[in-house]
């Protein structure tokens, strides 16, 4: 148990509905990273948030978007679902918002677009 | 970030030492490497890390070659629950926040 949580662990939904995706960073955590995993694409990140400050962006689509709130949790919102959304999407936390952190992951939440 | 290469897939025995090895001929004097796994669909769980010298902790140990263009991550008595995608990433201290993940090699332990 790395101790970072995510809910829901699936979700089953429709194309053009819109999501959110909830994780909770290990106790002491200040960094959240959201990652993407197809069957195409790999693991794939897509955004940071330190402290609740946005950090670094990926290959995120305009669609989705994230916050991390001042208790320091983090959603991960994805809207007008597409098929090709359907992934697993994991979150991970570090202690630190510099490139010198271990990253720890979550479950992940299975998410599928139907 | 530096490039790794690994194999697609490597056999063991159960009870036998597990050697995944890892290419990162560009690595940085700065750049870290990291060992992570998968097993089937669930988050990936952080192995070891090193900088260039060797590494051991209750999983694994990291042997990184004096040049530090390879290393390899050793599993000295592997089990069925270590079958899993085996990930080495090469990141730099200060530098891109974000793992980046090849293909990994799948590691499949053999009773």
């Known amino acids: 148990d790395s101790g970072v949580t995510q809910t829901p662990k699936h979700l089953i939904t429709a194309t053009g509905q819109r999501v959110t995706l909830r994780c909770s960073p290990r106790?002491?955590?200040?960094?959240v990273y959201w990652y993407q995993q197809s069957l195409d694409q790999g693991l794939q990140f897509l955004i940071q948030?330190?402290?609740?400050?946005?950090?670094a962006k990926g290959n995120i689509l305009e669609r989705f978007s994230a916050q991390q709130f001042p208790d320091l949790h983090s959603e991960l919102n994805l809207s007008s679902l597409e098929l090709g959304d359907s992934a697993l999407y994991f979150c991970a936390s570090s202690d630190r918002g510099g490139g010198q952190g271990t990253q720890y992951f979550g479950p992940g939440t299975r998410l599928l677009v139907l | 970030d530096a490039k790794t290469t690994q194999p697609p897939s490597m056999d063991c025995a159960e009870g036998r030492a597990a050697n995944l090895p890892c290419n990162h001929s560009t690595i940085s004097g700065n750049e870290y490497v990291y060992w992570y796994r998968q097993i089937h669909s669930q988050g990936p769980q952080y192995i070891i890390h090193g900088l260039k010298n060797n590494e051991t902790n209750e999983m694994a140990s990291l042997i990184i070659t004096e040049d530090r263009k390879s290393s390899t991550l050793i599993l000295p008595h592997a089990t069925l629950r270590d079958t899993a995608v085996y990930y080495c990433i090469v990141r730099a201290q200060g530098g891109s926040e974000k793992l980046v993940f090849g293909k990994g090699t799948k590691l499949t332990v053999n009773p």
């Open positions: 106790s002491g955590d200040l960094s």
């Open positions: 948030y330190y402290n609740g400050e946005e950090r």
